[in-house]
């Protein structure tokens, strides 16, 4: 009797089951059309062309060096490193940083960095360059100086070696300001090394655009049915578009942005930020003579929608990078998915984000969204710290 | 020194050449609704207001009382406008919630206000019987309408009451030349540009918005919209900016944008305390 029982209870277990791993479900055409638009990944290397030992094998070098580099803070006690951990996706697992102070924002994860057009979550910087040195300089983060910098340029003789061989030129007679700039471009040239690996979703995406029923279906159904809620009803592709899943603008969501004291007026302060910098692609320091990627920068003037506005991340491993949004308020990427589900849409101006609605989602259309936003993760590699990729 | 030398170099000194004075600004659009009572306390609320530069600031809360807290704080700065929202989700059910009616009437025995709004009201909606209702209160009391909707909204409660005064919240997010029209068609229309930046970018006023402002320059006011708390710490910013593309202005146009429009409309709303 207990046998029949078993047998009965594998039955009843094997039905209430998820459907068998091998089913695919009836994607439309349109909606394979949109799937697609998620790829191909990797995307091609493209050097920077206002960086000019972007793709640089000795620069990247260098940039590795720095980017560890605790030397670079007056106390030794920080470096990029700190906010960017290797094995937490390089992000810091924090709700919000902690430098040499408390700070405001959670520190974003750095893989397939160079994809973007605008750098933090306010878009302060239109290079990964420029971007690579505020924090370094900032007094609240690493606060370090351009002297800093040049000083271990100079004076490090592994360092100096590995900047003569990316550079073409020796340190010594270089002025401090111009160091900081070439560090940062080696920073940026080691970040732009940081893609993330491929991931259950591009199998699926890319076995969907040979017609590759089997291998489609390899995907787990919760995962199908979020991808097609993702690209579907919940509208997310809008702002989550293309293969690094983001649109590189910036956006009001919904969430609360105020700071102790004060608040984060996120875009606008960064558009303003960037209005004031020399270190831009307007500046004297963009490598291209041309200025071809400066048009954005010229034209941008910050708008009273902007105020609150914070940079629409990319989803791709969005899984290792908790916790979420501009201020590390949601914990969880179900906390995300539930915000998107109930957020207070008088919260966002009647004339301003007009695509965004409460989805009203139940718990199995949230279970399906997370495991859909589960297939864009992977392990991550650590770096690459094998002999012939550092500066020694 | 002489005394009548010293007495012209201190008066010279002390003179408000135009490059130095700091162009007074009356918010035509703000409010201070539940959420933000406890991260912008009323004492902060009124010091940002007075950082600014503020002259007048016309406030709608979601509930009342945010608007009464600050008015009673500083009386000489804070127009009371009157919502018909208890809290800021009302905007969406409000057309259709009789009880607003009651809610006004009873604000409207214990206080006083200089109009009726900021409420969202679009289309057809506007002569549905609560907006009616209200209409009529404002008819009956003298009061303006703060009205953020289209222009078919704007035409139906003229409609409703040809004597009514509207000002016409983010000039309806409509084209400067649908704006000219509606102004042109109803004089007892005003406009602010709450939310707006497309009338004037960089310091410099769009060349057909500045044809509009020059053609009607005591129909316009200026507006931060403090539509979530966080705005709160915009609206000496905002100031900023709108000086910025007042400058562009002529010096009789812009102050009267700026605020001698509001002053001239709203104004009696405090000398009647």
Known sequence: MRRVAAVLSALLALAMAEPRAAELLDFSAAEIARILRHGPWPQPFAADPGNRVSGNRDAVALGRALFFETRLAPDRTLSCATCHEPALAWSDGRPRSQGRVALTRNAPSLLDVRLKRWFGWDGGHDTLWSMSLRPIVDPKEIGGSAYGIADLLRGDPTLSACYARAFGRGADGIEAEALAVDAAKALAAFQETLDSPRTPFDGFRDALGRGDVEAAARLPVAAQRGTRLFVGRGNCAVCHLGPAFTNGEFHDIGIPYFTPGGDDGGRHEGIKTLRESRLTLLGPWNDDPARATGAATRHVDPQHRNFGEFRVPSLRNAARTAPYMHNGSLATLRDVIRHYSDFDPERLHGDGEAILTPLKLDDAEIDDLAAFLDSLSSEIPGPDLSAGARCG | ?273
């Open chain 2, 1 to 273: 020194m002489h005394p009548a030398i010293l007495l012209v170099a201190v008066l010279l000194a002390s003179a408000p050449g135009r490059a130095a004075e700091v162009l007074p600004i009356f918010d035509a659009h703000l409010h201070y609704s539940h959420d933000a009572w406890d991260p912008v306390p009323p004492e902060r609320a009124v010091a940002i207001l007075r950082q600014a530069g503020l002259r007048r600031a016309m406030i709608s809360s979601s509930d009342d009382e945010g608007t009464q807290k600050l008015h009673a704080l500083a009386p000489d700065l804070v127009i009371p406008v009157l919502r018909p929202y208890r809290k800021r989700t009302d905007v969406s059910t409000w057309v259709r919630d009789e009880s607003v009616l009651t809610y006004l009437a009873e604000r409207l025995a214990k206080y006083r206000y200089a109009a009726i709004g900021e409420f969202h009201v679009y289309g057809a909606d506007a002569d549905l019987p609560v907006v009616r209702g209200m209409v009529r209160m404002a008819k009956d009391r003298g009061l303006f309408l703060h009205l953020h909707g289209d222009a078919e909204a704007v035409e139906r409660v003229f409609r409703q009451d040809p004597e009514a005064r509207i000002l016409w919240a983010h000039s309806g997010f409509d084209r400067p030349d649908n704006v000219r029209a509606m102004l042109e068609r109803h004089p007892r229309l005003w406009c602010d540009l709450a939310f707006r930046t497309d009338h004037a970018s960089g310091g410099r006023v769009d060349p057909v918005w500045r044809a509009l402002f020059l053609a009607h320059p005591g129909r316009f006011m200026v507006g931060t919209d403090t539509f979530v708390p966080e705005r709160w710490h915009y609206i000496v910013e905002h100031a900023s900016w709108s000086r910025a593309w007042l400058e562009d202005l002529p010096r009789e146009v812009a102050e009267r944008i700026a605020w001698r429009n509001g002053d001239a409309l709203f104004g009696d709303a405090l000398r009647r305390d």
